[in-house]
């Protein structure tokens, strides 16, 4: 899933460097197992799942990607199973 959030340049500069600086052990409530800086931020979480976020260079906006996993069980709607 990709989501592009329009920011102003001073909005776009605040939200990297927090992220830059980010070392909390979880994020959105799922605990981080390892880091990527390369490319933006990813935070990769320990049930596999992954979220990436980076400035556009070419727009003014912040693109965050998102990947979860499914739990085992879940019926085929994962929007439903990701609101437990």
Same mark, same amino acid.
Request: charged share 30%; net charge positive; proline share 5%.
């Given at each position: #899933?990709?989501? +592009?959030?329009?920011?102003?340049?001073? +909005?776009?500069? %605040?939200?990297?460097?927090?992220?830059?600086?980010?070392?909390?052990?979880?994020?959105?409530?799922?605990? &981080?197992?390892? !880091?990527? /800086?390369? /490319?933006?931020?990813?935070? &990769?979480?320990?049930?596999?799942?992954?979220?990436? #976020?980076?400035?556009?260079? @070419?727009?003014?906006?912040? !693109? &965050?990607? &998102?990947?979860?996993?499914?739990? @085992?069980?879940?019926?085929?709607?994962?929007?439903?199973?990701? !609101? %437990?």
């Amino acid at each position: #899933m990709r989501v +592009d959030q329009e920011l102003s340049e001073s +909005d776009k500069a %605040r939200l990297l460097s927090a992220l830059k600086s980010y070392s909390e052990p979880k994020f959105a409530g799922k605990k &981080i197992a390892a !880091r990527n /800086d390369v /490319d933006g931020t990813k935070f &990769i979480f320990e049930d596999g799942g992954w979220v990436l #976020m980076r400035a556009s260079g @070419t727009e003014p906006l912040v !693109r &965050i990607y &998102i990947e979860v996993t499914i739990p @085992t069980g879940c019926p085929s709607s994962a929007r439903t199973c990701w !609101r %437990r």
